[in-house]
């Protein structure tokens, strides 16, 4: 996955602290591949809480550009003294669409959320950070959209009412509508999110397949870039057993092994390819 400056400016940066950070951020993806402590260079509360708010929204737009992610600073000698972290959320034209659904970043392989479910760390962030907001979180939204609604209510539908006059396009559709809408939307969503939380099992985080068939594999590298897939299940069988089939024509190094299984689930083996 490819990403862009904000800040610095690109025209303050030089070759050296880009190849810091790149540095910083292949050393993470190595970690987070091979299981190892990742605490030491994110901020797992907020990568958690980042996704949990996607996860509230039901957000359908993936991951791209409406990312951010910050680190505080770059110091040579303790290059983990500030830790990675997610910055605000972002771009939401595309909420409310995942009904009975997570929000696409659980299906995504060029970022990290796949991959942060796996791990037992992570998931008891999510869960914890959902349990001190779950009550408050109907209450706050609402609360928020009321008094938007009586403080800028009228000025909202003259607008709406203007843009669909001049572009015929956009359809002015009324507030109350809107309102109803949104209440609607998480009063099924947080019911729905209970459940889901309720279900999740920390044993599955343990990085091996279990007793689940997997139905396909992707292998990653240690940066995250996928270097093949199969459903073969002849090939997949042999991973599972810690065999590489020969048809993967690797260098040799380490390797993450992404199995979807035919529940529905997935997990993830290191192999290290000699």
Not at 30 to 58: C, K, N, P, R, V
Not at 70 to 91: A, C, F, I, Q, R
Not at 161 to 181: A, C, F, G, H, P
Not at 212 to 238: F, N, P, Q
Request: glycine fraction near 8%; aromatic fraction near 12%; charged fraction near 30%.
């Amino acid at each position: 996955m490819g990403y862009t400056f904000k800040y610095p400016d690109p025209d303050d940066l030089d070759e050296t602290l880009v190849s810091n950070i790149k540095g910083y951020i292949e050393e993470f993806g190595q970690m987070l591949h091979e299981g190892g402590d990742i605490s030491e260079y994110i901020d797992i509360s907020s990568f958690a809480g980042w996704t949990l708010g996607h996860d509230i929204l039901g957000t359908l737009d993936g991951c791209g550009s409406n990312m951010f992610l910050y680190k505080e600073d770059y110091n040579v000698d303790d290059h983990t003294s500030s830790k990675l972290k997610m910055g605000p959320m972002w771009d939401f034209d595309s909420t409310y669409k995942m009904y009975g659904k997570w929000s696409s970043q659980h299906g995504i392989d060029h970022f990290y959320v796949k991959r942060l479910f796996q791990r037992e760390d992570f998931i008891k962030a999510y869960i914890n950070i959902w349990k001190r907001i779950r009550n408050n979180v109907y209450s706050e939204v609402m609360d928020e959209v009321l008094s938007l609604q009586e403080k800028q209510g009228k000025a909202i539908m003259d607008c709406r009412r203007l843009e669909e006059e001049l572009t015929k396009y956009y359809l002015s559709v009324d507030l109350e509508e809107n309102i109803d809408s949104v209440s609607r939307w998480f009063e099924s969503r947080i019911a729905w999110l209970d459940e889901q939380i309720e279900q999740m099992d920390l044993s599955g985080c343990d990085n091996c397949v279990g007793n689940e068939e997997a139905v396909s594999m992707s292998v990653y590298d240690v940066w995250g870039k996928l270097c093949c897939r199969t459903s073969d299940m002849e090939h997949i069988k042999m991973m599972e057993k810690g065999k590489t089939p020969d048809f993967l024509l690797l260098p040799r190094g380490v390797y993450a092994v992404h199995f979807m299984l035919k529940n529905g689930s997935s997990s993830c083996r290191k192999v290290i390819i000699h």
